[in-house]
């Protein structure tokens, strides 16, 4: 049972334009939810989080929406640039502290 | 963010020995070390959770005799793939966590091949 969907295994945008990444969860109980990015034979890095009690956060280029009555999230990038290719995934923190991952998405930001 | 190594990067190793991986955090001090592994073009799929001083709490499926990990101090957690098999060749990726839990540190991932 997949609690932490993203539909999408790949995203193709041109540089300068916006990059829209979803997710979806199943479990009302996540209280927090992450964003990572990952280069090939490299570990994840964190981006972005936002807790359950908020439904924006931005940093930079960067902002997490959260919308808990679909139990989505979407992370937005703008403007993309070629260096922000590479697999996002989103995870989201049960209570107990462990992370629950996404399958991930492949970036591909074009010059 | 904080820092988090793995060390070897890459290991090869024969049919039926054991391997050792290291994760340290650097620069703070990890109440709680998670082990990873992620197959290609998979997730990251959780094998265990270890918190300093205590036994490791191992994820359905995942066999504790088989994948050892030992936390001895705030800094060090060791996974020690034992018996190895190549089913087991995989990517092995730790985080570190600290007492806030919410956000994990990744290390940089230890790829095992068995033969």
């Known amino acids: 049972d997949q609690q932490v969907k993203q539909n999408s295994p790949s995203l193709s945008v041109q540089e300068g334009r916006i990059s829209i990444l979803n997710c979806d969860y199943t479990?009302?109980?996540?209280?927090?939810f992450l964003w990572y990015k990952k280069y090939p034979a490299e570990g994840p890095t964190f981006l972005i989080s936002?807790?359950?009690?908020?439904d924006k956060n931005e940093d930079g280029r960067f902002t997490v929406f959260l919308n808990k009555s679909a139990k989505h999230l979407s992370l937005h990038i703008v403007p993309s640039q070629p260096g922000d290719s590479a697999v996002y995934f989103c995870?989201?923190?049960?209570?107990?502290?462990?992370?629950?991952f996404g399958q991930g998405t492949e970036l591909s930001v074009k010059p | 963010g904080a820092v988090v190594s793995q060390h070897p990067s890459r290991v090869i190793c024969k049919s039926g020995t054991s391997v050792k991986i290291e994760c340290r955090s650097l620069?703070?001090?990890?109440?709680?070390m998670f082990w990873y592994r992620q197959f290609p073009k998979q997730s990251l799929m959780l094998m265990a959770t270890?918190?300093?001083?205590?036994?490791?709490?191992?994820e359905q499926g995942v066999e504790k005799d088989k994948f050892l990990i030992n936390h001895a101090s705030l800094t060090l957690s060791t996974l020690t793939v034992t018996s190895a098999h190549p089913e087991d060749s995989s990517f092995y990726i730790c985080s570190a966590a600290g007492t806030g839990l919410f956000e994990q540190y990744f290390g940089p991932g230890t790829r095992l091949t068995v033969t």
């Open positions: 620069d703070f001090q990890a109440t709680t």
């Open positions: 995870a989201a923190n049960n209570q107990g502290g462990k992370l629950i």
């Open positions: 936002i807790s359950s009690i908020k």
């Open positions: 479990n009302s109980m996540f209280d927090y």
């Open positions: 270890s918190n300093e001083g205590s036994k490791a709490t191992y």
